[in-house]
């Protein structure tokens, strides 16, 4: 009996043009993944935005745009893990993200990535940017370094190469760092699985913009001719570089491409073409220059006629950071979070609930939105890349054809999909996992018949997570997902007040095993 690791493919809130019998040969995929971009950073989820983001929009138009998007986490780590795995985070024994020499890579060297999959299918791989896994590091004497902080960089052996480095996790090659860019004990680029330029001395901070938005910066290592101003467009030559050379050596070989951003992560140092380039700060700067870089891989794929056979998704890893919306809402009067409460790190909607923007000519119709709920890690990036293979996976993490089964469905069949975990919760749901390892619940239903953690058949996780109905660090659980007290749902219709009954809640807290 075939067991479904994923989903049944569904897709349920893509709308489909196309069947089985008009397969095409297999599309290019285009993955841009921001960091720390909330929902109400996008124009086009937030007609009050004070940063205008047009090529995002556009892309929306072109496609579809998703409402009810989530992360995996509220923060990078977890969130990447599963994004690239299909797993859920909570399944491995690490909690928090990785910094400096962080590591080793939580992704197993038999375990199947997305990338690794579509490799085996016979796509070019390829990533830029922020990988955030976890890497292992050695010494001078062949050991893997454990030492945190700037003292484990130090002990850096340079000539020994990175064994669980992305290009030993399914992508051909690499070119990036090993945690957040710009703030870091590490400041560095990875090449292949080696740090060609290591670093030779402590970050000068001087040097750098000085403004609400700057704080967040390590004290690290930097590497000669590592400009934390010039970050993004680096990451951008690179990814242009591929898909120019795959233009023109590999043309008949489909490709796959991680676009892996360090905008809109704090510090917010936009590069400098950037700077002063709207009127909401630095901040907004940098969302801009996110924005514009979107439309640079756009114009590229274009250029190089590779736009008509192109899935490009784009997304942010979890919301948007305390600081900058604190900062943007006083100073600017924007709200990346709008209309949502919470932001990064938060069980909040907030925290996790993140644009999702797919364009797929010929495939996708044109200027859809999608309200039904997706997830990075299940509806969400891998089954766009399993229906543009036209297979499924297995549970023996083989692939079989789908030529039996139509891939044309509409917005609102959710219950026709399965879930990863197989909750039986209803329709569309999703766990999602927070910074010091809780986990919230989230489930399509517009009413729920109790408490999510009175309800018959949720599993006990590793024998000792279960749903908490107790208030949890001041977070009131009667607060329902179908909006706060002075919050509009993305309806635009007013949801409960804070004393809302907990038979109305559909967003529960589990406990995570300690």
């Known amino acids: 009996m075939k067991l479904t690791l994923l989903t049944t493919l569904a897709l349920s809130p893509l709308v489909l043009l196309a069947t089985e019998k008009d397969k095409p040969e297999k599309p290019n995929i285009i993955i841009i993944l921001a960091d720390d971009l909330g929902y109400g950073d996008v124009g086009c989820y937030n007609s009050e935005s004070k940063v205008s983001t047009p090529n995002l929009d556009r892309l929306a138009g072109q496609g579809m745009r998703f409402t009810d998007a989530h992360s995996p986490s509220t923060v990078s780590t977890p969130s990447r893990y599963s994004l690239l795995t299909g797993r859920m985070a909570f399944r491995i024994p690490y909690k928090g993200v990785f910094a ?55 002990m850096i052996d340079y000539t020994r190469a990175i064994p669980d480095a992305p290009i030993h996790r399914g992508f051909d090659r690499f070119f990036g760092t090993a945690c957040c860019p710009a703030t870091d004990f590490l400041y560095a680029f990875i090449e292949g699985d080696r740090i060609p330029v290591p670093p030779t001395g402590m970050l000068d901070k001087s040097k750098l913009p000085e403004h609400p938005y700057s704080e967040d910066n390590r004290d690290g290592m930097i590497a000669p001719g590592y400009d934390l101003e010039k970050l993004d467009q680096i990451f951008l030559q690179r990814s ?41 700060g630095p901040h907004g700067d940098f969302i801009h220059e996110l924005d514009n870089i979107v439309g640079e891989l756009m114009k590229a794929l274009e250029r190089l006629g590779m736009e008509n056979n192109t899935v490009v998704m784009f997304s942010s890893d979890n919301g948007p950071e305390v600081t900058s ?29 993140v644009p999702f923007i797919v364009r797929w000519p010929g495939k996708i119709k044109p200027g859809q939105v999608g309200n039904g709920i997706v997830a990075h890690h299940d509806s969400g990036f891998l089954d766009v890349a399993l229906v543009a293979l036209q297979v499924e996976l297995q549970s023996d993490l083989s692939l079989t054809s789908r030529r039996d089964r139509p891939i044309e469905m509409g917005d609102g069949a959710a219950s026709a999909r399965a879930n990863l975990l197989d909750l039986k919760l209803g329709a569309s749901r999703v766990l999602h996992h927070e910074f010091v390892g809780d986990f919230a619940a989230l489930h399509g239903l517009a009413e729920v018949e109790g408490c999510l953690g009175k309800l018959d058949g949720w599993p006990d996780f590793d024998g000792g997570s279960r749903l908490c109905g107790r208030r949890r660090r001041g977070r009131d659980l009667s ?34 095993p300690s």
Not at 100 to 113: F, N, R, S, Y
Not at 330 to 353: I, L, S, T
């Open 240 to 280: 242009l570089q591929f898909l120019d050379e795959h233009a023109k050596n590999q043309p008949e070989k489909p490709f796959f491409l991680f676009h892996s951003m360090n905008a809109v992560h704090l510090p917010s140092f936009a590069s400098k073409q950037f700077q002063g380039s709207t009127k909401a």
């Open 325 to 353: 919306v604190v900062h943007m809402r006083a100073d600017y009067g924007h709200d990346g979070a709008r209309p949502w409460r919470g932001v990064k790190r938060d069980q909040w909607e907030g925290g996790h609930r």
């Open 479 to 512: 607060l329902c997902r179908q909006g706060m007290a002075g919050h509009q749902n993305a309806g635009g219709t007013k949801g409960p007040n804070e004393e809302a009954s907990l038979k109305f809640c559909s967003h529960g807290w589990i406990n995570s």
């Open 100 to 154: 400096g020499v962080g590591g080793p890579c939580l992704i197993k060297e038999e375990q199947l990535t997305l990338p690794q999959m579509l490799r085996n299918q016979g796509y070019a791989t390829a990533m830029t940017g922020k990988w955030h896994v976890g890497l292992t590091f050695f010494d001078k004497e062949g050991q893997r370094i454990t030492k945190g902080g700037v003292e484990g960089v130090q």
